[in-house]
């Protein structure tokens, strides 16, 4: 069944861009989605692929507390095209599966799908505008030798093993050039959908977060001069900052007299939210409640499953999460293991013990994802 939303879908080669641009698109008002991420849940110990995966490969990709090994896999697959070409096949079904249930649950006015492999997959099928990043391939290799911490050879073999760019390029509805500003692909971001949704017939999408009638806004609710002034004379950085972080958090306005008051970053991997950071005109204790409830309906809307805030984090943002519904518990008793990784992530250490509320448990643990009806966020 066709979607009552526009579904975007983001590829690209290694190191192109395509989470920036991702990340981008959601803090435009869109629903994100990282089939990368959902790959990675397929393998997880009782996920949809892992016992195929096992029977496929052999125990020997298993560690000592049952999980599989991405790297022992890796190591398999990564040189013989059929036996990747089998882990596929029992991996990119499901993370279809999963990723038309999350569209199911749906509550943005757009959704924009990020896979490497969109278009192989078949996820493309699902999507109504295919956008590429792109950069040219010396820059590629600069950034998977600079940010990824690869050797020369490694980031050549990469590159080489993967299908030229050209191929995807000459499939693109949109192609977004990454290799300028952060600011510049803002913009080629903000431009493209503009045309996207206007050619879809529904011109009013990008505005509804205005009726939501809670404190947390969408950046596309908030002028953009009036966003960049606020940066300007409360952030103490440069503006080129403000559009950097767009492309790595996720971000939310407190408005108070239709002007910015406070803009909260915060990070949404692998379905969890964490607040990173809160650039305030006035204390933070003051609006604490408003600040962790606008963030937990911002969260919902990007279909987190949980909410970590670590002690040290909380201390230095002055927030009141027991006021919200947080609980305090060691991080090692999150069970499932996308939440594990992700407490460890934020406090850096298992033991430790971190403010945490869950808001639903995660869609791939349900023995039939087409049964999971449609939910809102009342």
């Given at each position: 069944?066709?979607?009552?939303?526009?579904?975007?879908?983001?590829?690209?080669?290694?190191?192109?861009?395509?989470?920036?641009?991702?990340?981008?698109?959601?803090?435009?008002?869109g629903l994100g989605?990282?089939?990368?991420?959902?790959?990675?849940?397929?393998?997880?110990?009782?996920?949809?692929?892992?016992?195929?995966?096992?029977?496929?490969?052999?125990?020997?990709?298993?560690?000592?507390?049952?999980?599989?090994?991405?790297?022992?896999?890796?190591?398999?697959?990564?040189?013989?095209?059929?036996?990747?070409?089998?882990?596929?096949?029992?991996?990119?079904?499901?993370?279809?599966?999963?990723?038309?249930?999350?569209?199911k649950r749906n509550?943005?006015?757009?959704?924009?799908?990020?896979?490497?492999?969109?278009?192989?997959?078949?996820?493309?099928?699902?999507?109504?505008?295919?956008?590429?990043?792109?950069?040219?391939?010396?820059?590629?290799?600069?950034?998977?030798?600079?940010?990824?911490?690869?050797?020369?050879?490694?980031?050549?073999?990469?590159?080489?093993?993967?299908?030229?760019?050209?191929?995807?390029?000459?499939?693109?509805?949109?192609?977004?050039?990454?290799?300028?500003?952060?600011?510049?692909?803002?913009?080629?971001?903000?431009?493209?959908?503009?045309?996207?949704?206007?050619?879809?017939?529904?011109t009013e999408t990008?505005?509804?977060?205005?009726?939501?009638?809670?404190?947390?806004?969408?950046?596309?609710?908030?002028?953009?001069?009036?966003?960049?002034?606020?940066?300007?004379?409360?952030?103490?950085?440069?503006?080129?900052?403000?559009?950097?972080?767009?492309?790595?958090?996720?971000?939310?306005?407190?408005?108070?007299?239709?002007?910015?008051?406070?803009?909260?970053?915060?990070?949404?991997?692998?379905?969890?939210?964490?607040?990173?950071?809160?650039?305030?005109?006035?204390?933070?204790?003051?609006?604490?409640?408003?600040?962790?409830?606008?963030?937990?309906?911002?969260?919902?809307?990007?279909?987190?499953?949980?909410?970590?805030?670590?002690?040290?984090?909380?201390?230095?943002?002055?927030?009141?999460?027991?006021?919200?519904?947080?609980?305090?518990?060691?991080?090692?008793?999150?069970?499932?293991?996308?939440?594990?990784?992700?407490?460890?992530?934020?406090?850096?250490?298992?033991?430790?013990?971190?403010?945490?509320?869950?808001?639903?448990?995660?869609?791939?643990?349900?023995?039939?994802?087409?049964?999971?009806?449609?939910?809102?966020?009342?």
């Open positions: 069944m066709k979607n009552p939303f526009r579904v975007i879908g983001i590829t690209g080669n290694i190191a192109t861009g395509k989470s920036v641009v991702r990340r981008m698109l959601a803090n435009s008002g989605i990282d089939a990368d991420v959902l790959a990675h849940r397929m393998l997880y110990p009782n996920g949809p692929a892992y016992q195929a995966v096992i029977e496929a490969f052999g125990e020997s990709i298993l560690l000592s507390d049952g999980q599989i090994s991405r790297p022992k896999l890796g190591d398999i697959v990564f040189n013989d095209e059929e036996k990747l070409a089998l882990l596929e096949s029992l991996i990119h079904p499901a993370v279809t599966q999963s990723i038309q249930a999350r569209l509550t943005c006015p757009f959704a924009a799908i990020e896979a490497i492999k969109l278009i192989e997959a078949g996820i493309s099928s699902i999507c109504d505008s295919l956008w590429v990043s792109h950069i040219p391939p010396d820059l590629q290799f600069t950034r998977l030798i600079e940010t990824r911490g690869m050797t020369e050879d490694d980031a050549r073999i990469r590159i080489e093993s993967q299908p030229p760019q050209s191929i995807k390029l000459n499939l693109a509805d949109v192609i977004i050039h990454t290799d300028g500003t952060f600011h510049s692909t803002w913009q080629q971001v903000q431009d493209a959908l503009n045309d996207t949704i206007t050619l879809s017939g529904q990008l505005h509804l977060n205005k009726t939501r009638g809670w404190a947390g806004h969408t950046l596309q609710c908030v002028a953009k001069d009036s966003l960049e002034t606020f940066w300007q004379e409360h952030a103490e950085e440069d503006l080129s900052r403000l559009y950097q972080r767009l492309g790595f958090l996720m971000a939310f306005v407190i408005i108070e007299d239709k002007c910015p008051k406070a803009i909260t970053f915060w990070e949404n991997w692998n379905f969890t939210g964490a607040i990173k950071e809160i650039i305030s005109i006035d204390p933070v204790d003051e609006d604490s409640q408003m600040i962790l409830e606008s963030f937990e309906k911002h969260a919902r809307c990007q279909q987190s499953e949980i909410l970590l805030l670590s002690e040290a984090k909380r201390q230095k943002l002055n927030l009141q999460p027991e006021t919200s519904g947080y609980e305090l518990i060691a991080a090692d008793q999150l069970t499932y293991p996308a939440w594990q990784q992700a407490a460890n992530r934020v406090t850096g250490h298992q033991e430790e013990q971190l403010w945490v509320k869950v808001l639903s448990q995660p869609i791939e643990t349900h023995h039939d994802f087409g049964s999971i009806e449609t939910q809102t966020n009342d």
